[in-house]
């Protein structure tokens, strides 16, 4: 058994040092329409590191050949399956620039916007990566309106302004949690007027109720009355625009002492 193991061992050794031997022969070799066939091979078995070397010297050849076409875009799909996303991207985009009316411009678009996509990050990261991603889809969606891909794309689009709307929304929250009372305030604002339609609205307001009751708790009295007021405000939005809230209940108490230090005020 030992014997046979050892056997398939060395065989297999052999044979990967002749493959190797074979490939940098071929590599360093003049015929470029055998590197041309032999890197095709390569892609289709998925090794595309010896694809990519292929391809690299035989570019020059290739330029302005119908096999050059072919080449770029099949060097940008290699960095894309080997998950190098910003080289893929790269190489998408010179492809398409290069060649504009190629059958293949309109998926190099496409999957360019897709590595950045797929760079998105999570949200306690810098998100340049999804503005990035936003700004490619969009110039996919200009250049290719009629692409069946579009519905597809703006799906992606929604799903990275999302995305964005959550992390600026972390943002507001974190200012409220550090009892940064103005801070939130113009946060949660600015919010509420970019994404009028945001699920969190209910939550805003209640925070901002008590966002401006602290606030006015750690005010000077002559800030006062107009602090608490503002707390009142919210929170008759909050009853108009969310009857049923359970936040209304949970607000009671604090609008209670808001109400009982106004009228001490007076």
């Known amino acids: 058994m030992f014997r046979n193991r050892l056997f398939l061992l ?11 031997s074979k490939y940098k022969k071929l590599l360093k070799g003049t015929d470029n329409e055998a590197k041309y066939e032999a890197a095709l091979d390569y892609f289709e078995k ?14 020059a050849y290739y330029r302005n050949k119908p096999e050059g076409e072919k080449i770029a875009y099949l060097t940008a799909e290699c960095y894309f399956y ?6 893929a991207s790269g190489y998408y ?7 504009p009316y190629s059958n293949d411009a309109e998926d190099a678009l496409y999957k360019s916007a897709i590595c950045y996509y797929k760079l998105s990050p999570k949200l306690s990261l810098d998100q340049s990566d999804t503005y990035t991603a936003l ?8 250049t290719f309106p009629n692409s069946p891909r579009v519905d597809e794309v703006n799906g992606k689009i929604d799903t990275l302004r999302n995305k964005l709307a959550d992390k600026e929304y972390a943002i507001c929250n974190l200012y409220f949690k550090m009892e940064e009372y103005q801070a939130a305030i113009t946060s949660y604002e600015t919010f509420l007027k970019d994404h009028p339609n945001t699920e969190y609205r209910e939550e805003i307001l209640n925070n901002m109720v008590i966002n401006y009751y602290r606030y006015a708790e750690n005010s000077v009295k002559s800030k006062q009355r107009e602090r608490y007021e503002l ?13 049923e809230s359970p ?18 005020i007076k």
Do not use: W
Not at 93 to 99: A, E, N, Q, S
Not at 231 to 243: F, G, H, M, S, W
Not at 250 to 257: A, D, G, V, W, Y
């Open 10 to 20: 060395i065989m297999m050794c052999l044979l990967g040092c002749m493959s190797c």
């Open 46 to 59: 998925k090794n595309y590191d010896r694809a990519l070397q292929l391809f690299d010297v035989m570019q």
């Open 135 to 142: 700004n490619e889809f969009q110039t996919f969606v200009n």
């Open 247 to 264: 936040y209304i209940a949970e607000l009671e108490p604090t609008i209670k002492k808001i109400r009982e230090k106004l009228e001490k």
């Open 93 to 99: 985009k010179r492809f398409v620039t290069r060649y």
């Open 231 to 243: 707390a009142i405000e919210k929170y008759n939005t909050l009853c108009y625009v969310y009857p």
């Open 82 to 87: 080997k998950e190098d996303y910003y080289i």
